[in-house]
């Protein structure tokens, strides 16, 4: 990999991210203010095998389970959580080892926002997809930067996106 030193998320001065793909014939993504990388997104193996994220802290990896969620892992193997889609309702729900739960879901049919909230519904990510500059906006309040795998959180709803995009 050709990524540079990434920056600790505490190091955010701002609630607007990007998600942008700095080199148009690979498919590695990056979480930055401009400024600064907080985070990366890879695939790693042949036809596209496991999704990997990269902050400061640790490498998560994301495999498809076979009832259609996902598994979300660190590299020594231990689960950090899973997804389940539940089908038609338009919601995704992250539920971490420690018992934190999340929602993802589109708030309106009209528009290519999504959001992730709390158990309480209190948004704490929105994303907006279908942008004409190919950079996906990504606000936040700052209560979010404090989850524990806030980074994690973004590119979680990236890779559903993208999977939802290309019919998986």
Do not use: C
């Amino acid at each position: 990999m050709d990524y540079y030193a990434l920056a600790p998320v505490s190091r955010l001065k701002t609630n607007e991210l990007w998600i942008i793909q700095p080199k148009w014939y690979k498919a590695n993504y990056e979480l930055t203010d401009n400024v600064f990388v907080y985070a990366k997104i890879y695939t790693k193996g042949f036809w596209q095998g496991t999704t990997v994220f990269e902050t400061t802290d640790e490498a998560l990896s994301i495999k498809n389970l076979w009832n259609g969620g996902l598994e979300i892992t660190r590299s020594d193997g231990s689960i950090v959580g899973t997804i389940e889609r539940k089908l038609l309702s338009g919601h995704t729900k992250l539920i971490l080892s420690d018992g934190s739960a999340f929602t993802y879901s589109a708030p309106s049919v009209w528009k290519g926002e999504y959001v992730w909230k709390d158990k309480f519904d209190n948004e704490l990510i929105r994303l907006m997809f279908g942008s004409l500059s190919g950079k996906v906006p990504v606000t936040f309040n700052k209560r979010a930067v404090g989850i524990p795998y806030f980074s994690a959180l973004v590119f979680i709803a990236f890779k559903l996106n993208l999977d939802n995009s290309e019919g998986g």
